[in-house]
C-alpha cells in the first residue's frame, strides 16, 4: 500500500512540482530494494535480465550461424562442439536458441507496446466518461473476454495469414482487455479524488485531466499488470508457433523448433527438450517477477 | 429472516435479469466478431467452392449465390439467419455440416477436460488447503513455486516430453489417440466417451486401454488447473482462517483438522464452485494444443486440422462455439451463486 500512496502523493504533486520524475526514481529504486528481497523475485528478475543481455549480445554468444545448414551433420547428439546438439539441417540448436531470445523479446516488446497504449485509453475514457461510452466499451471488451486467448488468436491468425507479424496482431488483439479493465477501475476511483474535482473546476479540458492527471496515475499498475502478462505472450506466441501459425522456418522461434523437431522427436530428444526448456524459463522468470510486483503493490493479497 | 421470500426471489430475479440482457449483447457481439474475422480472410471464399480452373461464368454465379454482392450489413443478417437454423455451413473435409462434425467430435473433449479437472480439483484442493495452513513456512513456498510451474509451461511441450518418457521410454501408459489400436471401434459409441461406453458395453479390456490413452493427456491438461484451483483454494481458505470464529473454534479446543475441514473450508465450497467451473472452461484452450500432440480425435483437433486446410467455415463455427461455451459457463456459474450461497441473495 505504501508504494500507491507515495505513488499518489508524488504524481499529484507532480503536476506543479518540477521534480516529479525525481520522485518517480526514488520509489523504483525503494521498490526494487523491497522487490528483491524476495528471493523468488529475485531469480526472475536475475532471468528476465539474462534473456536481456542474450539478446543483446546473441551474435557473440553464439558458436554457429543459426541459419547455415551442415547435412553431413545432422541430428547429431548434444556434444562439446554442439552443446545442445543439431536438428535435421545439421544447424546447431544452442545458437538457435540464443537467437531465438530476439524474436522471443520482439514478440513480447511489441505485443506490449500497442497493448498498453490501447487498454490504457479504452479503460480510461470508458471510466472518466462512464455513461453509454462506459457501457459499450465495456461491451467489446466482455466480447473479447470471451474467447480463449488462444483460439481467438487463433481464429485471427488463420485470417490474416501465418507469420511473426500477424501473430503480434492477433496476440495484441487478444491481450487488451484485460488492461482496459483495470485502468478502467483506477480511473473509476480516480475520478472522485478532490485534486481532479479541483482540476475540473479550473476548467481544465477532459483530453487535459486524462492525459496529465489520469492516466500517469493508472501507469504503475498497468505496467505491473503488463508484466504479469508477458508470461502468457510468451505462451501463446510459442503455442501459435508450435502450429505452424507465427514465426515460419528457418525463423528460430522457440515454438516453431519444437514444431519442426517433433517429428524427430522419438529418436532426437534434444530437438524438442531445450526450446521447450526455454520458453518454460522465461515463462517461469516473468511469472515469478509478476508474483513479486503483485506482493509489492497489492499486500492484501498475501 | 430478516428478508421476507418475495423480496428475495425478486431481486434474484432482477439479477438474472439483467445478466441476460449483458450476456444476449455479448453473444450478439461474438457473432459480429467471428462474422468480421470470417470477412477479412485473404483467402477467396468463391474459389474454395469452384476450384482454380472455373470459368468466369460458374465464378460470378457462385459468388452471386453466396450473397457475396451484397453489402455487408445484408451479409451479415444472412449469416444469422442462417445460424438461427442451426446451419453453420458444410465443412470442406468432410462435405457435411460443420455442426454435425462437431457434434461427433465433442465427446471426446469433455472426456478428456473432464479427467483433467477431476485431477485438478483431486491434487488442487488439498494443495492450497494445506499452503494455507503452512502460510509463510517452506512448504507453503514450494507449493507457491509449482503451482507458478504449471502456470509457466508451455502444454504441447510437457504433453511432448511426456509421450517421450513415460510412453517410448517407460512404456508406462499408452500412446497417442483414446484407445489401443486393437481396441479401435470395439464397443458401441452411446455416449461418445470412451471410457463410459466401455463401462456401458462391460467391455473391461477397452476400459483398460481407454483408462490407459487418456491418464497421461488429461494429467497434463490439468497441470494449469492444478496450479489455479491450489491458488485459489489458498487465498479462499486465508481469508476464512483470519476470521473470528476460527479463533474461536481453536478456543474451544477443537481438533485442528476439524477447524481445517468442517469449518473453514465448508465455507469456501461456494467460491471454490465457481473456480472450478472457470478453469473448466479454460481447459478448452489447452485442449487444442494438447489434442493437437496426443493425436485426439476431439474438438481442438478439429480446429486445427481445419486450420491447415483453410476451412474457414469450421474454424469460425468452432470458434464461435468455443465462445458461446465460455459465455454460458460463466452464466449457469453465476445463477448457480445464489441458489447455493445465501449470503449473495
Redesign the interface.
Known amino acids: 500500500m505504501t508504494a500507491e500512496t507515495s505513488m499518489t502523493a508524488s504524481t499529484s504533486m507532480g503536476s506543479t512540482h518540477p521534480n516529479r520524475y525525481q520522485a518517480l526514481w526514488t520509489l523504483c529504486q525503494d521498490s526494487t530494494k523491497r522487490l528483491l528481497k524476495n528471493p ?1 523475485t529475485a531469480v526472475g528478475l536475475g532471468v528476465v535480465i539474462m534473456l536481456l543481455l542474450v539478446a543483446l549480445f546473441a551474435p557473440w554468444l553464439a558458436t554457429h550461424d543459426p541459419l547455415v545448414q551442415n547435412l553431413n551433420n545432422t541430428l547429431s547428439a548434444p556434444s562439446a562442439a554442439h552443446w545442445f546438439g543439431t536438428d535435421e539441417f545439421g544447424r546447431d540448436i544452442y545458437s538457435r536458441l540464443v537467437h531465438g531470445a530476439r524474436i522471443t523479446l520482439y514478440i513480447i516488446s511489441l505485443v506490449t507496446v500497442i497493448v498498453g497504449p490501447i487498454g490504457l485509453a479504452i479503460g480510461a475514457i470508458s471510466g472518466y466518461f462512464g455513461g453509454w461510452v462506459d457501457t459499450l466499451f465495456m ?2 471488451t ?3 473476454i ?7 488468436a ?3 491468425v ?4 501465418a507469420g511473426l507479424e500477424h501473430a503480434v496482431i492477433a496476440i495484441a488483439l487478444t491481450s487488451w482487455p484485460p488492461i482496459a479493465r483495470l485502468a478502467r477501475a483506477e480511473t473509476l476511483q480516480l475520478r472522485q479524488a478532490d485534486y481532479i474535482v479541483a482540476v475540473q473546476l479550473q476548467g481544465a479540458s477532459s483530453a487535459r485531466i486524462l492525459c496529465r492527471h489520469i492516466v500517469p496515475m493508472c501507469l504503475s499498475s498497468v505496467i505491473v499488470r503488463l508484466t504479469m502478462n508477458m ?1 502468457s505472450i510468451i ?1 501463446t506466441a ?2 501459435l508457433g ?4 507465427g514465426a515460419q522456418p528457418p525463423l528460430p522461434e522457440w ?1 516453431a523448433m ?1 514444431s519442426t523437431g ?1 517429428s524427430y ?2 529418436e532426437s ?1 534434444w530437438l ?2 531445450f ?2 526448456g526455454a ?2 524459463l522465461v ?2 522468470a ?3 517477477l509478476g ?1 513479486g510486483l503483485r506482493d509489492l503493490l497489492d499486500p492484501r ?1 498475501e | 429472516m430478516a428478508f421476507s421470500s418475495d423480496t428475495m426471489a425478486s431481486r434474484v430475479t432482477q439479477r438474472l435479469l439483467h445478466r441476460m440482457v449483458t450476456v444476449s449483447i455479448t453473444l450478439f457481439g461474438l457473432l459480429a466478431l467471428t462474422f468480421m474475422i470470417g470477412r477479412v480472410m485473404p483467402i477467396d471464399p468463391v474459389l474454395t467452392v469452384v476450384g482454380p480452373d472455373a470459368d468466369s461464368s460458374t465464378y460470378e454465379q457462385v459468388y452471386q449465390e453466396m450473397g457475396l454482392d451484397q453489402p455487408l450489413l445484408v451479409q451479415f443478417g444472412i449469416y444469422l439467419q442462417d445460424l438461427a437454423h442451426g446451419d453453420l455451413g458444410n465443412a470442406l473435409l468432410t462435405g457435411k455440416p460443420v455442426l454435425d462434425d462437431i457434434i461427433r467430435v465433442f465427446p471426446a473433449t469433455l472426456e478428456l477436460a473432464t479427467v483433467a479437472i477431476i485431477f485438478g480439483i483431486v491434487i488442487g484442493i488439498p494443495m492450497g488447503v494445506y499452503a494455507a495452513t503452512q502460510k509463510g513456512r517452506l512448504t507453503d513456498h514450494i507449493i507457491r513455486v509449482i503451482s507458478l510451474f504449471g502456470y509457466s509451461t508451455p502444454v504441447f511441450w510437457v504433453g511432448m516430453m511426456g509421450l517421450l518418457i513415460f510412453y517410448a521410454w517407460l512404456n508406462w501408459v499408452g500412446g497417442s489417440g483414446r484407445v489401443g489400436l486393437a481396441y479401435e471401434g470395439l464397443v458401441e459409441p452411446v455416449t461418445g466417451m470412451i471410457l463410459i461406453d466401455s463401462i456401458i458395453a462391460r467391455d473391461w479390456e477397452v476400459l483398460a486401454s481407454a483408462l490407459n490413452h487418456v491418464v497421461l493427456p488429461a494429467f497434463i491438461l490439468g497441470l494449469n488447473s492444478v496450479s489455479f484451483i491450489a491458488r485459489m483454494t489458498r487465498s479462499f481458505m486465508l481469508e476464512q482462517l483470519s476470521q473470528e470464529y476460527i479463533l474461536t473454534a481453536r478456543v474451544k479446543g477443537l481438533p485442528e483438522r476439524t477447524v481445517i475441514w468442517r469449518h473453514a473450508f465448508r465455507n469456501i465450497l461456494v467460491q471454490l464452485l465457481t473456480i472450478v467451473a472457470l478453469a473448466y472452461g479454460s481447459l478448452l484452450e489447452g485442449a487444442v494444443l494438447i489434442e493437437t500432440v496426443f493425436a485426439w480425435p476431439g474438438f481442438g483437433q478439429y480446429l486445427t486440422s481445419s486450420m491447415m486446410l483453410g476451412d474457414m467455415n469450421a474454424v469460425m463455427a468452432s470458434v464461435l462455439l468455443i465462445g458461446l461455451m465460455f459465455v454460458t459457463l460463466n452464466l449457469v456459474t453465476d445463477m448457480l451463486y445464489p441458489i447455493f450461497d445465501p449470503r449473495t441473495r
Open positions: 523468488l461491451r467489446i466482455d466480447i473479447f470471451s474467447f480463449p486467448s488462444l483460439v481467438l487463433l481464429a485471427f488463420a485470417a490474416l495469414g508470461a505462451l510459442a503455442g508450435f502450429l505452424g501459425l515454438g519444437i517433433r522427436m522419438l530428444w524438442v527438450a526450446p521447450g520458453i518454460l515463462s517461469l516473468f511469472n515469478l508474483d493479497s
